[in-house]
């Protein structure tokens, strides 16, 4: 999607390692977001970003971790990568006016074996 | 219960059908409703935006937001098999940092 890409697009990791996913923005957006969507949940809130080094945890933020160093990148972190984290992550941006939507990045889906 | 409500399907209707998608919600501070519509194997996209009540109409798609039945609705007239994909409802208060997403409709047009 213009103006927002992550990486990697698809990734298999074992159980127990430690997993980054890359959120990029080019619109200098204040607003990031990490989301997970699985059958049956819809998308759920891992967590956000409202401006660099200023983050929030979501509605299952357990198991996760963030970082935003710069306006550009939000870091998604797995720790120690379950089973029940083999998920497709969705990250979203957004200005100031979150009320106008987000824009989603195209996915990361990711196998935890 | 879920502050936004949507009823997962799935919807399957004829090609050339007016198709109905709606979600609940029990937040009255909500005054931003958005409608996501997701293909197979992508991220959503943004679909529809209204702000407070009243309808709003784009082509095939009519958007309508009745604030005091907390009731939001999507409809598609004359339905084409590429309107076959995951209608997301989402919603938001004024100052709010985050919307709220409802569980998604899957819908299917057959041809």
């Known amino acids: 999607d213009a103006g927002i890409t992550q990486s990697p697009r698809h990734k298999v990791t ?7 996913l890359r959120c990029h923005q ?9 989301y997970r969507q699985d059958p ?20 299952v933020s357990d198991g996760y971790s963030v970082s935003r160093s710069k306006t550009e990148d939000f870091l998604l972190t797995l720790e120690s990568a379950t089973s029940s984290q083999t998920s497709v992550y969705f990250c979203a941006i957004t200005t100031d006016r979150v009320g106008i939507g987000y824009t989603f990045g195209s996915g990361t889906r990711l196998t935890v074996v | 219960q879920k502050e936004v409500e949507q009823d997962p399907g799935p919807l399957s209707v004829p090609e050339g059908a007016i198709v109905s998608l709606n979600c609940t919600y029990s937040n009255s501070a ?17 679909l529809m935006y209204t702000y407070s009540s009243g309808n709003k109409e784009d082509g095939r798609f009519t958007a ?5 039945s907390k009731y939001i609705s999507l409809f ?10 995951t209608y ?20 299917t047009i057959n041809p």
């Open chain 1, 26 to 34: 080019t619109e200098n957006h204040r607003y990031m977001y990490w």
């Open chain 1, 40 to 59: 049956g949940h819809g998308l759920r809130l891992i967590h956000y970003s409202y401006g660099v080094k200023d983050t929030d945890k979501g509605e």
């Open chain 2, 88 to 107: 997301l409802c989402a919603m938001t208060a004024q100052g709010a940092q985050k919307l709220v997403f409802g569980q998604g409709t899957r819908l």
């Open chain 1, 14 to 20: 074992e159980t127990g390692t430690p997993v980054t």
């Open chain 2, 30 to 46: 909500f005054q931003y409703f958005m409608w996501y519509r997701q293909y197979s194997r992508k991220g959503p996209e943004l």
């Open chain 2, 64 to 68: 309508q937001v009745d604030k005091s």
């Open chain 2, 76 to 85: 598609i007239r004359d339905s084409q098999p590429s309107d076959s994909a």
